[in-house]
C-alpha cells in the first residue's frame, strides 16, 4: 500500500486545472460515463452537481495526493439518502496508479471520516458497464443495495447500487 497518498479538501477555485488534468489522465472513465473526453462542464458538475433535496453546503472534495500532485479526486455528498448516510459520487484515480493499493486507501481514509463523523452508511452507484470497478468495491466490503435501472430521464445507463455498513 503506498502510504504517501494522502486525501486534501479541494475547490472549484483553487484545484480546477489540477482536476481537468487528472480527468483528461482518466479519460476511459469519463468517455465511459458522458460518452466524450472530460472538458470544463465535466469539473463543473463535479464540483457543483448536488443529489436531490440538498444543497452545495453537503458536497464534500478531497484531491487524492502524492506530494503536490493530485493522483484522484473525490466527491462525497453527506445526507443523502437519509441524514447518517454519505453518498460517493465520484472516486476517479489517474490509471498509472490503479491496481496498485492506491484505492483501497482511499476508501479506508473514506470509512475512517465517516466513522468519525458518526456516520451509518456508505453508499455509491456503479455503472453497470464497469464491471471492473463493481468488483473492486466488492473487495472494500460494500454489498448490493438496489438495481437502478436506466430511464428515459436518465443518462441511459444502469446503475448498481452498493452500500457499505459501519
Known amino acids: 500500500m503506498r502510504d ?20 483528461m489522465r482518466a479519460t476511459d472513465y ?4 458522458v460518452g466524450h473526453a472530460p ?3 465535466y469539473i463543473r458538475d463535479f464540483f ?9 453546503d453537503c458536497l464534500m472534495h478531497f484531491g487524492v495526493m502524492e506530494g503536490p500532485a493530485m493522483v484522484g479526486m473525490i466527491c462525497i455528498a ?8 454519505w453518498w ?3 472516486v476517479l484515480l489517474d490509471p498509472a496508479f490503479r491496481g496498485q493499493g492506491v484505492g483501497h ?24 458497464a464497469n464491471p471492473r470497478a463493481l468488483k473492486f468495491w466488492h473487495r472494500e466490503g ?18 448498481i447500487v452498493l452500500k457499505y455498513q459501519l
Not at 48 to 56: E, I, M, S, Y
Not at 78 to 85: A, I, R, S, V
Not at 107 to 126: C, F, G, P, Q
Open 30 to 33: 469519463a468517455t465511459l460515463e
Open 105 to 128: 486507501k482511499v476508501v479506508s481514509d473514506i470509512k475512517t471520516r465517516a466513522r468519525n463523523r458518526r456516520i451509518n452508511l456508505l453508499k455509491l452507484a456503479v455503472l453497470a
Open 48 to 56: 457543483t452537481a448536488v443529489p436531490p433535496g440538498l444543497g452545495p
Open 142 to 159: 460494500f454489498t448490493h443495495h438496489r438495481d437502478a435501472p436506466a430511464t428515459p430521464q436518465s443518462d441511459g445507463h444502469d446503475r
Open 88 to 90: 460517493i459520487g465520484l
Open 4 to 23: 504517501d497518498i494522502i486525501l486534501s479538501p479541494i475547490t472549484q477555485t483553487q484545484h480546477r486545472e489540477d482536476a481537468l488534468d487528472l480527468a
Open 39 to 41: 472538458d470544463g462542464a
Open 78 to 85: 453527506e445526507g443523502y439518502e437519509f441524514p447518517d448516510d
